[in-house]
């Protein structure tokens, strides 16, 4: 019992040291910002590049669909409570973004005519002018 005890000792030892130090799942963090209307927005976070800068991927998933808007450098969750913050309008269903080296990419969609339609905003640590440059950029993502 004892010598079986070693073997399986010696081989759970040599499974763990096989696995490089820097392994990591491909997937680390999948962030789902869902709404009250069945639609979502998804922050996939992607990891570090080489240069130790965060990638996420944005989807918005509606029916079943998901659909990637875009890669960014920062994603999460913005609550109801912040919109008027952001120059989000009241009547959006959910919204994300974040701000990452000096820049914040920001997502938020509506319902027209019962579709999700996403609006892109953003804004620069120097920029020269006031706001977010929200434009709608779904007509194009629309699942």
């Given at each position: 019992?004892?010598?079986?005890?070693?073997?399986?000792?010696?081989?759970?030892?040599?499974?763990?040291?096989?696995?490089?130090?820097?392994?990591?799942?491909?997937?680390?963090?999948?962030?789902?910002?869902?709404?009250?209307?069945?639609?979502?927005?998804?922050?996939?976070?992607?990891?570090?590049?080489?240069?130790?800068?965060?990638?996420?991927?944005?989807?918005?998933?509606?029916?079943?669909?998901?659909?990637?808007?875009?890669?960014?450098?920062?994603?999460?969750?913005?609550?109801?409570?912040?919109?008027?913050?952001?120059?989000?309008?009241?009547?959006?269903?959910?919204?994300?973004?974040?701000?990452?080296?000096?820049?914040?990419?920001?997502?938020?969609?509506?319902?027209?005519?019962?579709k999700p339609v996403v609006f892109e905003g953003w804004?620069?640590?120097?920029?020269?002018?006031?706001?977010?440059h929200w434009k709608e950029i779904s007509s194009n993502?629309?699942?």
């Open positions: 019992m004892l010598l079986s005890a070693a073997v399986v000792l010696v081989i759970g030892c040599n499974n763990k040291s096989d696995k490089k130090a820097d392994d990591k799942p491909a997937d680390t963090t999948t962030v789902v910002i869902p709404s009250e209307k069945g639609v979502k927005l998804i922050c996939k976070d992607m990891g570090t590049d080489s240069l130790g800068i965060p990638h996420y991927d944005v989807y918005l998933s509606a029916d079943g669909v998901q659909t990637k808007i875009k890669s960014v450098n920062a994603c999460n969750d913005i609550a109801k409570e912040s919109y008027e913050q952001y120059q989000i309008p009241k009547d959006a269903i959910v919204a994300c973004g974040g701000w990452y080296a000096g820049g914040g990419d920001y997502y938020y969609v509506i319902l027209k005519e019962g804004q620069e640590e120097q920029q020269e002018d006031e706001g977010y993502n629309r699942p």
